[in-house]
C-alpha cells in the first residue's frame, strides 16, 4: 500500500531564507507525485507535480521539487521564502494507471515564515 | 469559472444527530472525491464518484457515512448518528476523469463539530 511520510510537522522560518519541505513515499509501483498547498482559511491548491520526464518541477511561485526514485523522495524546496508562503504543505502520491485515481496525502508540513 | 464549492462552511452538531453536507463540482469534471482533515491526521480519502458509474466506498470509515451523487453532478455526504470522533474539516474535489494524473480541485471544505 501506497504511504507518504512528512518528517517535518512545524517548519519556522526567518523571511528571505532557504526551505526545505521533506517528503518520503513508499509505494510498490510507480508513482505520480504532487505538492498541494493550504493558504490561511483557504481550500486546498496544487502546487506542482510530477508525472514523467524531468525530475525537477517548479512552480510560478519559486518552489521546486525534485523526484528521487532511489530514495522514494520529493523533497519542495525554495531558495527565499517571503511571509506569503506561510501556509501548510501536503505531499501527496496517486498511482499511474489506478482504478481511482484518489491522492494519498501526508500529514502536511505548517510553513511559518517570520519577518 | 467557478470553482468547487460547499455548503455548509461550517455546521456544529449534537451527537448521535444525522447531518448532510453537499459539494457542486466544477461543470464538466465527472470524477468527484471527498476527503476528510482532521487534526494531526492529515486528509483522509472516503469516497470517490466517476460518472455514472457505482462509487469506491473502500475510505468510508463506518456504516454511518454514505454518500451520493445524483445526475453526475451535485453529491451529498451523509452522517448518520455522527460521534465527536467525526469532528473534523470534509473536503470535496474534482477532476476532469479518474485519470490519476488529473489535477484534483478542492472546495474550501465544510467544517463540522460534534459537541
Known amino acids: 500500500a501506497q504511504s507518504v511520510t512528512q518528517l517535518d510537522s512545524q517548519v519556522p522560518v526567518f523571511e528571505e531564507a532557504p526551505v526545505e519541505l521533506r517528503c518520503n513515499y513508499s509505494?510498490?509501483?510507480?508513482?505520480?507525485l504532487f505538492w498541494y498547498v493550504q493558504y490561511p482559511n483557504q481550500g486546498l491548491q496544487l502546487l506542482l507535480k510530477?508525472?514523467?520526464?524531468?525530475?525537477l518541477v517548479e512552480s510560478i511561485n519559486g518552489f521546486e521539487a525534485e523526484f528521487n526514485k532511489s530514495q522514494t523522495s520529493f523533497h519542495l524546496r525554495k531558495p527565499s521564502v517571503h511571509i506569503s508562503d506561510t501556509a501548510e504543505y501536503f505531499c501527496?502520491?496517486?498511482?499511474?494507471?489506478?482504478?481511482?485515481?484518489?491522492?494519498?496525502f501526508g500529514k502536511g508540513t505548517k510553513l511559518s515564515v517570520k519577518p | 469559472g467557478a470553482g468547487v464549492s460547499q455548503s455548509p462552511s461550517n455546521k456544529v452538531t449534537e451527537k448521535g444527530k444525522d447531518v448532510e453536507l453537499r459539494c457542486d463540482p466544477i461543470?464538466?469534471?465527472?470524477?468527484l472525491y471527498w476527503y476528510r482533515q482532521s487534526l494531526g491526521q492529515g486528509l483522509e480519502f472516503l469516497i470517490y464518484?466517476?460518472?455514472?458509474?457505482?462509487?469506491?466506498k473502500s475510505g468510508l470509515p463506518s456504516d454511518r457515512f454514505s454518500a451520493e451523487r445524483t445526475g453526475g453532478s451535485v453529491s451529498t455526504l451523509t452522517i448518520q448518528r455522527t460521534q465527536q470522533e467525526d469532528s473534523a474539516v470534509y473536503l470535496c474535489?474534482?477532476?476532469?476523469?479518474?485519470?490519476?494524473?488529473?489535477?484534483?480541485?478542492f472546495g474550501p471544505g465544510t467544517r463540522l463539530t460534534v459537541l
Open positions: 464518484f466517476q460518472g455514472n458509474s457505482a462509487p469506491d
Open positions: 510530477y508525472l514523467s520526464g524531468s525530475t
Open positions: 509505494s510498490s509501483v510507480s508513482v505520480y
Open positions: 461543470s464538466g469534471h465527472t470524477a
Open positions: 474535489a474534482s477532476s476532469l476523469d479518474r485519470g490519476s494524473y488529473n489535477e484534483q480541485f
Open positions: 501527496a502520491v496517486s498511482e499511474p494507471g489506478g482504478s481511482q485515481g484518489n491522492l494519498i
